[in-house]
């Protein structure tokens, strides 16, 4: 995660759309740290 606090969820979102861009997969641990830092980013989308 980024230094600064105001990058999380940019950094969360950007991780995702990477991700699902490129069909890469995630196992069960980075799928569930990525849910748990996205209940922080309730206004983000992932496009």
Do not use: I
């Amino acid at each position: 995660m980024p230094p600064t606090a105001t990058y999380h969820c940019a950094h969360v979102t950007g991780r995702v759309e990477t991700k699902l861009r490129w069909s890469l997969t995630a196992d069960d641990r980075e799928r569930d740290a990525l849910l748990g830092l996205a209940e922080d980013c309730p206004g983000a989308t992932v496009t």
